[in-house]
């Protein structure tokens, strides 16, 4: 599966800024850019970090790739997987 990433940054309550990629289906991602906000978002509110803050302006498309089995299995589960990057705990 071709998959579309999306490299994000949030500034978190306690100052600390979060980057994480949301992945999505590569055609998801053409359809409708406003779906990776709000798989963004559910992962936010998910963390107790306000979804407001995600914006288009802090996540942005970086690049496709080929899928993982693990990422490719969670994509077809919840149409999204994130990978944590940094201050996501």
Same mark, same amino acid.
């Given at each position: 599966?071709?998959?579309?990433? #999306?490299?994000?940054?949030?500034?978190?309550?306690?100052?600390?800024?979060?980057? !994480?990629? $949301?992945?999505?289906?590569?055609?998801?991602?053409?359809?409708?850019? /406003?779906?990776?906000? =709000?798989?963004?978002?559910?992962?936010?509110?998910?963390?107790?970090?306000?979804?407001?803050?995600?914006?288009?302006?802090?996540?942005? !498309?970086?690049?496709?790739? #080929?899928?993982?089995?693990?990422?490719?299995?969670?994509?077809?589960?919840? /149409? !999204?997987? $994130? $990978? =944590?990057?940094?201050?996501?705990?």
């Amino acid at each position: 599966m071709k998959i579309a990433v #999306f490299d994000t940054y949030v500034r978190r309550p306690d100052g600390r800024r979060m980057h !994480f990629d $949301i992945l999505v289906r590569d055609q998801d991602a053409d359809k409708d850019p /406003g779906l990776v906000l =709000e798989h963004g978002r559910r992962y936010l509110a998910a963390k107790g970090v306000p979804p407001e803050q995600l914006t288009s302006q802090e996540c942005r !498309f970086c690049h496709t790739e #080929f899928a993982l089995p693990q990422v490719e299995a969670e994509i077809a589960e919840t /149409g !999204f997987a $994130i $990978i =944590e990057l940094q201050n996501c705990d």
